[in-house]
Structures are given as C-alpha cells and as structure tokens.
C-alpha cells in the first residue's frame, strides 16, 4: 500500500511531495481545485486516509523561509503550482510542525484545510468521513468533505447526514448550514436532515428563526416533498418548549393541508402542547381525531385529557377515557383520578364521583387532599350540606395531617348554607388552634353562617375578632356583616360600620335595600341622598325601592298644588 507525504524542504524552499510508488499522473487527476487559499499538510491515501492524523490534525507545517512562507499564505494559488514532486525516492523529506494557536475554540472553521485527494472512490471516501464523524473528528471530517466537494466528488447521503449531526452536536452551526446547502444543492436531503437542522437553528437562535426557516423551506417544492411527520414533529416539540400554541396549531393544519400523515406521537405532542398553554379545546380535538385515525393513546396522553375534561366540564368524555385506561390494563394515577372526581362533582354526579373514590382506593392509591376536596366538593354542589359535613368530621379522624384551608372552607361553606353559625365557628376556632394563616374569606363565611341565621350580634364578635387579628375585611365582609345587622335592626351599628368603611356602590345600594325592605323608609332617604353627594350612582333596583316609597309625599303635595294653581291662575287673570 502506498503512502504519500507532504513536506517542507528548507534547503531549497519549495513544498516535497513524497511518492515513492504513485505514478504522478494519479496525483494530476484529483488537481481540479481553482482559486483556492490552500493549506497542505498531509494527503489522504489510499488505505490510512489521512496519513498526518497522529501528529495533530489542525497543526501548521513550519517552514524555515519566511518568504516563501508569505507568497504560499497569501496568495491565491494556482493548484499545487508551487509543489515540486520528487519522483527520487532516495530523498527522503520530513515533517516539520508547530503548535496551533487557540483559534481551535472558534464555532466554525473557515480555515478549515483542504487535500490533495489520491483516492477518488466516493463510497470508500464517504466510509471514511462517515467513520470520522461517528468518532468525533470534526476537523478531520470537514477536511475531507470539503476536498472531496472541491475535487467534484460528492459523499453519499449517509456521510453527509453523519458529519452534519456532528457538526450540530458540537455547537458548529455555520459549518453545519453550509454542509446543509451542499445536500440541498445535491438533492440527498431527507425528512432526517432537516430535522436535525431545524432542531439545532432553535437551540442556537431561537424559536422565531426556526420557525421563518421551516416557512421557507415548505415554499420550496422539491423541500416540501421530503418533508414527512419526522420533520413535523420535530416544528410542534420545538413550538411546544416556548408555549407558543399558536405556532403548533398552524404547523398541524399545515401538516394536514399538505397530505402528510401524522403519528402517535404528533398527537401525543400536540394533547401535550395544547394542555400546557391551557387551550384544552384544541387537546380535545387532537385526541379525537387520535382516535379516529386508529391509534391508541399512552397512559400520559390519556390522563392529561381527563385534565383537560375537567377544565371544559365534559366528565362525560373524562369517564369514558378513565374507564379505556381500565380496559386497557392501565393504572390511571392519582391526579387522573382527582380530576375525574373533581369533573363529576360539578355536575352533580355524586354518586359515580364517590364510584371513582372506590375505584381509586382499588388501584392502590391512598386520597390526599385534593381526593377529600373534590369529594366534599361534589356534595356541596348538589346541595347535600349535612353529609358534607359528616364527610368532613370523617376526614378529621382518619386523615387528620390531610387538612388544609382548602377543606376548612368547603366545611364553612356547607355552614354557611345551611345557617349552622356554631359549627361554623368550631371550625374556626379549630383552624386559628391548628396555626393556618386564615384569609378573610374564611372569616367572611363565618359571617356569612351568621348572617343566615340572623345572629347579628355573633357576626359583630366576628368581625371585630377578625380585625384584632389583623385580618383586613374587603367588600364582601361588609356586604355580609350589613345585611346581618339590617335584619337584626342594628341601625347605629350599621351606621357605624359605613363611617369606617370607603364610600362604595355595592355597600350603599345593600343597605338602602335592606332598608326600604325593613320599613326604615326615612332613613333610607338620607343614604340615599349622601349616596348622591358622594357622586355614587345607585343601580336600578335601589332607585326603584326608592320611587315606590316616594308616592306619600307626593300625593301630599298634589293635593295642595290645585288650591295654590287655581289662586294663582285667577290672579292672572
């Protein structure tokens, strides 16, 4: 097997080529390089490829005349027109070489070097970077691609999408476009070639560029035509690791309008995608027509969708996917579970939510709080208060660590329903014991128990033990606490409680109500006319309590208008 060696001969200041057994016309044929700024160190051979490897693949050859060195660096040469080739094969030349500089840091590698190529076999040369690239050799890879594109050779489609996902992989985007173009121009571009393009341009510049990337190409047909689900699936993940929903919606219909079928996993993508950017709708629809086009969702596709039921309240559709999972041999975790519960207590299905519960106990789960809140859930919305209640006190002796705020308030709430005022203040006592931090909400459906069963003087001990415990009231403490001492005809507590208070519509337009409906008639007028000054509007029903008790006044004042008109009319006259 021949080698061959390239050198510098410093006695006489000219490049050696060394080749003891090539005749030169087999060099002369690979000479098909014009207008090129060449940087020779080695020439690849027949069996070893690139015979200097071992001594650095992206070191300088020093030489000992700076002038030659000069007229070979910066110049553009004809190829090879200052290389004397030494047929004597008693000369024996040598390599000599110098460090490189740091430059090999650089993220492409414009200054990459090209060879005098001795093999032209395209499969053998394409084997050859094809092993270079697996390993990692990225110069070495590059070299040999661009001396084979600059001496008319073309590596096949397995070299070129080998080098290209080690150029990408290495963060060698520019290399890697141009590698891109080469393929493109060549016609050896697969759905697998884009999408490692595609991929890499939204690492390294951003969503947006790839996206006006992927645009563009799908304006070329000869692009287009390459493109299969690889390639789509490939835009959707990138779209999907920003949120932009939008992006992924037009790539679907786009995948559609172009006749290009999706997979598995473009729709698991897309339920995927969907679901986290909350369009649940559009979720719906991609599992839909999942189903329709034959393919069997995964155990997480499946149970985001009963998510996504539970947020459009179709639990209808949600049970029918909990009930596949179980066909399927599948175990629905916990959340899957929660949300089925969750989605049949808002419509008022108790009885399957509490069918799911034992279900969920069959897998092997063990309920949390989110369990316990959506059943107490469901009973509150189809009206059962009591067994709310008895649930929660169930919950407190079996699963006590399980309680949060959370459940406390769905326990007041059913209070609140129901007027059960002590209880309601039991549970508050217990929380305030237990160390939550108690919002005023909580505070507001203790007034609120109050309130329905007229117990006006607990809601005042209420709320002036929510402000010792620095707990601000908001609107709807007031509302509460107004209507409760309206009913008990707390009248200068209710006064006292609208001094405190910023003049609000709401506010004034409930005690002018309650007021009118009480009978304080009188007092109603002066609220409403400090309503008036203050630059409030009242809504309609408070203007029109307000006109139905105006009429007494009134008729007083007709039956002394006619006298008064008639005197006045007959001293006109």
């Not at 050859?61 to 027109?81: C, H, Y």
């Not at 405190?500 to 006319?529: E, F, H």
Request: net charge neutral; with cysteine.
């Amino acid at each position: 097997m021949s080698n061959s060696w390239c050198a510098i001969m410093p006695d006489s200041g000219i490049i050696s080529m060394w080749q003891p057994r090539v005749p030169q016309m087999s060099l002369l044929r690979s000479m098909r390089m014009r207008s090129l700024r060449i940087v020779v160190n080695m020439v690849a051979s027949t069996d070893t490829g690139l015979v200097c490897e071992e001594q650095e693949e992206n070191k300088l050859i020093e030489r000992g005349d700076e002038g030659f060195e000069e007229s070979f660096m910066g110049q553009t040469l004809v190829p090879w027109g200052d290389v004397t080739i030494h047929e004597d094969p008693g000369i024996e030349p040598r390599c000599v070489s110098k460090p490189e500089s740091n430059r090999n840091a650089m993220k492409t590698m414009d200054e990459t070097r090209v060879h005098l190529l001795e093999e032209t076999d395209e499969d053998l040369l394409s084997k050859r970077i094809l092993v270079l690239s697996k390993t990692n050799k990225i110069r070495s890879s590059l070299e040999l691609f661009r001396s084979m594109e600059l001496s008319g050779l073309s590596p096949n489609l397995h070299a070129c999408n080998s080098l290209l996902s080690c150029l990408l992989r290495n963060g060698l985007l520019d290399d890697g476009l141009r590698v891109f173009e080469f393929m493109k121009t060549k016609k050896i571009t697969t759905s697998h070639t884009y999408s490692l393009v595609l991929k890499e341009v939204a690492n390294s510049r951003g969503c947006d560029t790839a996206l006006e990337m992927f645009t563009e190409l799908l304006g070329e047909w000869e692009v287009k035509k390459d493109f299969d689900a690889i390639v789509y699936n490939t835009m959707i993940t990138v779209c999907g690791k920003v949120n932009n929903w939008v992006e992924t919606e037009r790539i679907w219909k786009s995948m559609k309008a172009n006749g290009c079928c999706a997979t598995r996993v473009t729709y698991c993508l897309l339920v995927s995608n969907f679901i986290h950017c909350s369009q649940n709708e559009l979720a719906l629809d991609a599992y839909s027509e999942m189903v329709r086009n034959g393919f069997e969702p995964g155990n997480d596709t499946m149970q985001a969708i009963i998510s996504a039921c539970m947020k459009e309240g179709n639990w209808n559709l949600a049970l029918s996917v909990f009930q596949d999972m179980l066909k399927g041999g599948l175990k629905p975790n916990l959340i899957a579970c929660n949300a089925l519960i969750n989605s049949l207590g808002k419509a008022r299905e108790v009885k399957l939510a509490f069918v799911i519960y034992d279900i969920t106990r069959s897998l092997g789960h063990s309920p949390d709080s989110y369990t316990w809140n959506a059943l107490l859930g469901a009973l509150y919305k189809a009206d059962r208060h009591d067994d709310a209640l008895h649930l929660f006190e169930s919950i407190k002796r079996g699963e006590g660590p399980l309680l949060n705020l959370h459940l406390y308030n769905t326990a007041l709430m059913s209070c609140s329903k129901l007027g059960s005022w002590d209880r309601a203040l039991q549970l508050l006592w217990q929380m305030e014991a237990s160390g939550l931090s108690i919002p005023s909400a909580s505070y507001n459906l203790v007034i609120s128990a109050c309130e329905t069963a007229r117990k006006p003087e607990v809601a005042l001990q209420v709320y002036e033990h929510m402000v010792h415990q620095k707990c601000n009231p908001d609107t709807f403490t007031h509302l509460s606490l107004l209507r409760s001492c309206i009913w008990g005809s707390l009248w200068d507590e209710v006064e006292e409680i609208l001094n405190r208070t910023v003049p609000s519509i709401s506010l004034y337009n409930a005690v002018i109500q309650g007021m009118c409906l009480r009978g304080n008639i009188d007092y109603a007028k002066k609220l409403y006319a400090k309503m008036r000054e203050c630059g409030l509007q009242p809504d309609g029903k408070t203007r029109a309590l307000m006109l139905q008790n105006l009429p007494r006044d009134v008729a007083r004042q007709r039956n002394r208008w006619p006298s008064r008109y008639r005197e006045h009319r007959w001293t006109i006259t």
